[in-house]
């Protein structure tokens, strides 16, 4: 199974930050991985598949990138409704690993 | 619009059976496949299966191979997830999403899940 290794595991950020999300998988996935969105008692929401490309509907403060084999998550200028928790998932060969997630609070 | 619901989540004691249902409308079911994640209490997101369109190829996770079946009716337009031998780690709520495989797979359509208990 490939292993999915997300940091950090929380984040506390301000109105307006700046935010990376970092995932590193423990063996090939081509491009093939995706950022979840998970609020409590809400279903999750994807918001980037295939590492960089933005779900429709999902605002452009969102983007996702690839550097060697570390994918990152960046939201630019944080707005409140931002506060979750993220998963990256990849969706190369199942079992479709999840990382452990990164809970981001408000500082 | 595409809808996923969920159903059938409930208090069940250990060593149990139990079979969730998930009904979809909004798009041609036999193209896309399915699949089901959890979330146990305190803890993240977990992969359990997947079903193709046509029902012919299914995959699961370590963790429930063997216990759970994933399976679905066209006509229906549903999925099924069959799970025995239930342990309090199975303790969850289950979510069946929609899996848009053109190239890679993401679940990009989510339902809002379904309570599983198991307990004494």
């Known amino acids: 199974d490939i292993q999915m290794t997300q940091s950090p595991s929380s984040l506390s950020a301000s109105i307006g930050d700046r935010v990376t999300i970092t995932c590193r998988p423990s063996?090939?996935?081509?491009?093939?991985l995706n950022w979840y969105q998970h609020k409590p008692g809400k279903a999750p929401k994807l918001l980037i598949y295939?590492?960089?490309n933005l779900q429709t509907g999902v605002p452009s403060r969102f983007s996702g990138s690839a550097s060697g084999t570390a994918f990152t998550l960046t939201i630019r200028s944080l707005q409140p409704d931002d506060f979750a928790t993220y998963y990256c998932?990849?969706?190369?060969?199942?079992?479709?690993?999840f990382g452990q997630g990164t809970t981001l609070e408000i500082k | 619009q595409v809808q996923v619901v969920e159903s059938g989540g409930r208090l069940v004691k250990p060593g149990g059976s139990l079979r969730l249902s998930c009904s979809a409308s909004?798009?041609?079911?036999?193209?896309?496949?399915m699949n089901w994640i959890r979330q146990a209490p305190g803890k993240g997101l977990e992969w359990v299966a997947s079903?193709?369109?046509?029902?012919?190829?299914?995959a699961y996770a370590g963790s429930v191979l063997g216990r759970f079946i994933i399976s679905k009716d066209n006509a229906k337009r549903s999925v099924y997830l069959e799970m025995s031998t239930l342990g309090i780690e199975d303790t969850a709520v289950y979510y069946c999403?929609?899996?848009?495989?053109?190239?890679?797979?993401?679940?990009?359509?989510w339902g809002q899940g379904t309570q599983v208990t198991v307990s004494s």
């Open positions: 999403a929609r899996l848009d495989c053109g190239g890679d797979c993401q679940s990009d359509y």
């Open positions: 909004g798009f041609l079911f036999t193209d896309y496949y």
């Open positions: 079903i193709s369109g046509s029902g012919s190829t299914t």
């Open positions: 063996d090939t996935i081509d491009s093939f």
């Open positions: 295939g590492a960089v």
């Open positions: 998932q990849q969706g190369y060969s199942t079992p479709y690993t």
